[in-house]
């Protein structure tokens, strides 16, 4: 066996579901433990320190959330929600208690690896809030110098207000995980109030007016309806 695989805990009680994302899991090259309760999976948890947490809500003897409120007590291990609830105050509720990021059930293969790999290089690059580092980042067309602040898309520069530009360059350190309303505003605005989420709202507009996207393109940012926004990966 691979010693350097990353370790997954992947916390489900539905059997299909469990061993259907462990035989993915493990297909890509990961090391995959399974619990089928809330109170195994804590205790694997502490015993088999993974890298990484997959967590179905629903679990038989305690609400999924109750993991992430143990968990999130000592430890920013990064925790993918899984979850049959469409439901957006569940994912909101799990995200804001520290969860990560969510995958609605059913999934496919390459959302769900997406999500881990997302999750994963959160984890690499340490806290979740980190300031924005220098260097460049690119999706498709678009080019963000941080060093410059400076966005353009084709080659052109895009003008962007300082707010729109802080929201921008918050969502691209996030590539492929979303970010809550409330993430957002905090990590902009410092805090909420009433109008917060239609203040966002109207930035993100411009933003996307501004980067050349229609209703309904999601070439770069797509709209979580209402939970957050997710900057797509190259
Ligand atoms: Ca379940």
């Not at 353009?152 to 590539?175: C, F, P, R, W």
Request: hydrophobic share 40%.
């Amino acid at each position: 066996m691979n010693n350097n695989k990353y370790k997954i805990l992947v916390i489900e009680d539905e059997h299909n579901i469990s061993s259907f994302v462990k035989t993915t899991l493990e297909a890509n090259d990961y090391h995959v433990l399974v619990a089928a309760t809330c109170k195994t999976g804590v205790m694997m948890f502490a015993s088999h320190t993974p890298d990484l947490v997959i967590l179905d809500l629903g679990l038989p003897d305690q609400d999924g959330l109750e993991f992430i409120r143990v968990v999130r007590k000592d430890s920013a291990i990064p925790i993918i929600v899984l979850s049959a609830r469409t439901m957006e105050s569940d994912k909101v509720e799990a995200l804001d208690l520290g969860a990560n990021d969510y995958v609605t059930k059913p999934f496919g293969i390459a959302e769900l690896l997406a999500r881990v790999r997302a999750a994963l290089r959160t984890r690499r690059l340490g806290s979740d809030m980190l300031a924005v580092p220098g260097g460049k980042f690119t999706l498709h067309d678009l080019t963000i110098d941080y060093d410059r602040r400076q966005v353009t898309v084709g080659g052109d520069e895009i003008k962007l207000t300082q707010t729109e530009y802080n929201i921008l360059a918050m969502l691209s350190e996030h590539t492929g995980k979303v970010l809550t309303y409330t993430a957002i505003i905090r990590f902009i605005w410092g805090s909420m109030d009433d109008g917060s989420v239609k203040k966002l709202q109207v930035n993100m507009a411009n933003i996307r007016k501004k980067l050349g996207s229609k209703p309904g393109d999601n070439r770069y940012i797509i709209n979580e309806l209402g939970v957050g926004y997710r900057m797509l990966e190259e």
